[in-house]
């Protein structure tokens, strides 16, 4: 199967526009391949928006790469070295390519904000004025693309 990094991209940009945050976006985009749900893909990565429930840590983005690191490349037995040595490796080359396309992993840089704090926990409305004051759609669909890129790149091995 090959992955159209374009049509992913869409797919996680329309998620991130029916409200969803950037981490439930891209694991959305990416149901046919992880084996969740929609509502297993929400629910796991509602608490990694904002960078981590608004901390501003690492990008929602960046983490639902992360969730499909997992699911691609998983490690269920702690004593499994080359598993956990295997999806380590992915998550990096997912966080290096967005890094190398972004500038950054963390969501206060990605944003702007000079602050190396919390935000409120009270998500902002998604206004005309949100989205196009941010990059977030931007990076959740940077991270779609990389995502379905790197599928293609592996077909044989996954």
Excluded: H, W
Excluded at 97 to 104: I, L, P, T
Excluded at 118 to 145: F, H, I, M, N, W
Aim: proline share 4%; aromatic share 8%.
């Amino acid at each position: 199967m090959t992955y159209n990094p374009e049509e992913r991209s869409r797919m996680a940009c329309e998620y991130f526009r029916q409200g969803y945050n950037c981490a439930q976006s891209v694991l959305l985009a990416f149901q046919d391949v992880t084996g969740l749900t929609a509502v297993q893909s929400a629910t796991f990565a509602s608490g990694f928006g904002g960078g981590m429930g608004r901390l501003r840590e690492v990008c929602g983005a960046v983490s639902g790469m992360t969730f499909i690191a997992g699911a691609l490349s998983p490690f269920t037995d702690p004593s499994d070295k080359e598993a956990k040595k295997d999806c380590y490796t992915l998550v990096q080359e997912f966080a290096e390519a967005f890094r190398k396309e972004n500038g950054s992993i963390v969501c206060r840089e990605l944003l702007g904000l000079r602050l190396a704090r919390k935000d409120s926990p009270v998500p902002e409305a998604r206004t005309g004025q949100y989205y196009s004051s941010r990059p977030c759609e931007r990076l959740v669909g940077c991270a779609a693309e990389i995502v379905a890129r790197k599928l293609n790149d592996n077909q044989p091995s996954i």
